[in-house]
């Protein structure tokens, strides 16, 4: 179900940015803070919403097989070379 919640602008910056820090998109931080005010567990709406996958979307399921590998493998990228913004 969807619903319109107002939230003052200075919560939803700490709300943003707490649900950042914990690797989860805003939609889950939401429902897990709503849970807990319940006192209830966690309702996750899915494994997708957290971790690094609520930060790049969803794509291509074999491309995100292979970065789930990597990052499980604890390999490290290196960026040398690469063109980041400063």
Do not use: C
């Not at 989860?24 to 939401?30: D, E, G, W």
């Amino acid at each position: 179900m969807k619903t319109t919640v107002e939230v003052p602008d200075n919560l939803y910056r700490q709300i943003k940015a707490q649900a950042a820090l914990q690797g989860q998109t805003v939609k889950t931080f939401f429902i897990e803070a709503l849970s807990e005010k319940l006192g209830g567990k966690h309702a996750s709406p899915s494994d997708d919403d957290h971790g690094w996958k609520a930060v790049f979307g969803k794509g291509n399921k074999k491309e995100l097989a292979e970065v789930q590998r990597i990052i499980d493998e604890g390999q490290v990228v290196d960026l040398r070379g690469w063109d980041l913004p400063q």
